[in-house]
């Protein structure tokens, strides 16, 4: 039995397609991390999945049973799905406690209690269950917001952004708890995020979205090495893109040659190659060797410095580097490709599949 379950699901606004005839399916156990552009419809998929918006055609299941959709319509209290918000959504006038027990209301109070003190004792946060949102600090009332979500012990968890309002580090502190307690309890979740490696470190598989249609729904490495199109390919992390010449098993470009993934091989079509910053090796010039790339803009990042470079074609690759090699600008050195997987090959600006790992498209 799945977890979620969507066919032909559409929400529109207006003129406007926010979720178009959408499919898809979620595991028991699984976590989905939806991604895509500001305005893409994840965050009315989410509400349509909680019963905060209705569709206008499809169907919702959840746990196997129709929530929306065929005549049926279940309000959100009714749907046996927990919602986690980017503002916490916790209720100032009661203690953490009573947060926490605010939708055990089936139980009795023996229950509750025992329910509110396991769920609590999750997240070592029985200490603090008489004190007030106001006086908890953002991740407190984060875990809080989690823990009031899960105590009914839900068949899904939707999450909407919820760590977008911490700072950096005790966002990925917090991000950690969440997923750990996720798989402690086997709860499916949906997360979605504008955060692209924040969806890369969290999903079972990751859904991008893009004006209301998922362009690809995967596990993240195949998502982020193997994208479906040039779209996915740049919002996934940055992209440079090289005309290739296919000879043979081989794909030769202005930076190098590589072999072709099978399923390129014996094509005529004009091709280009994925390029990542991690994948572009610098090296100096020398032995008299003019160099055949010129250093244009770094950008220090920390451990790393991301070099822009130019070809003798005037195309730019972009290279990250050790924060111990540093190429000034204008510096001539040599620029070559090297992957350790199957490169990623786009005709005509959409991705062929390579090496068993298809670009899926939902």
């Known amino acids: 039995m799945n977890a979620l379950e969507l066919d032909g699901v559409r929400k529109d606004y207006g003129s406007v397609p926010a979720v178009a005839a959408l499919d898809l399916r979620l595991d028991e156990g699984e976590v989905l991390a939806l991604v895509g552009p500001s305005g893409c419809g994840k965050s009315t998929l989410l509400r349509l999945i909680a019963g905060l918006e209705e569709p206008d055609a499809g169907t919702v299941q959840i746990g196997g049973r129709t929530v929306a959709g065929g005549g049926v319509w279940y309000p959100p209290e009714r749907r046996d799905v927990g919602i986690v918000f980017q503002d916490h959504a916790l209720f100032p006038h009661l203690t953490v406690a009573a947060n926490v027990a605010f939708g055990l209301t089936e139980l009795s109070g023996a229950e509750r209690k025992s329910r509110v003190t396991e769920a609590l004792a999750m997240i070592s946060m029985e200490r603090l269950a008489e004190r007030y949102p106001h006086e908890l600090s953002g991740g407190e009332q984060q875990r809080v917001a989690l823990t009031r979500a899960l105590a009914p012990r839900p068949e899904l968890l939707l999450l909407d952004e919820p760590f977008s309002n911490l700072d950096r580090h005790l966002r990925a502190q917090i991000r950690a708890d969440t997923m750990d307690l996720l798989r402690k309890t086997g709860t499916a979740a949906v997360f979605v995020t504008h955060d692209q490696a924040e969806a890369l470190a969290i999903g079972d598989r990751v859904a991008v979205m893009r004006a209301g249609r998922i362009e690809q729904l995967g596990a993240p490495e195949p998502v982020f090495h193997t994208p479906a199109n040039r779209f996915v390919a740049t919002f996934m992390g940055d992209a440079d893109f090289l005309p290739a010449e ?81 190429y000034p600008i204008g510096t001539r050195l040599h620029a070559e490709l090297s992957y350790g997987h199957p490169p990623a090959v786009l005709p005509d600006h959409d991705a062929i599949a390579t090496n068993g790992h298809p670009a899926a498209r939902w």
């Open 246 to 326: 296919l000879t043979g098993d081989t794909l030769v470009t202005e930076a190098g040659s590589v072999r072709a993934p099978d399923d390129v091989v014996g094509r005529a079509d004009a091709l280009e190659v994925m390029v990542r910053p991690h994948e572009v090796v610098l090296r100096p010039a020398d032995n008299g060797t003019a160099g055949t790339a010129r250093v244009v803009d770094t950008e220090f990042q920390g451990g790393f410095i991301l070099h822009t470079i130019t070809l003798e074609s005037g195309r730019r690759l972009r290279s990250l580097q050790p924060h111990t090699t540093h």
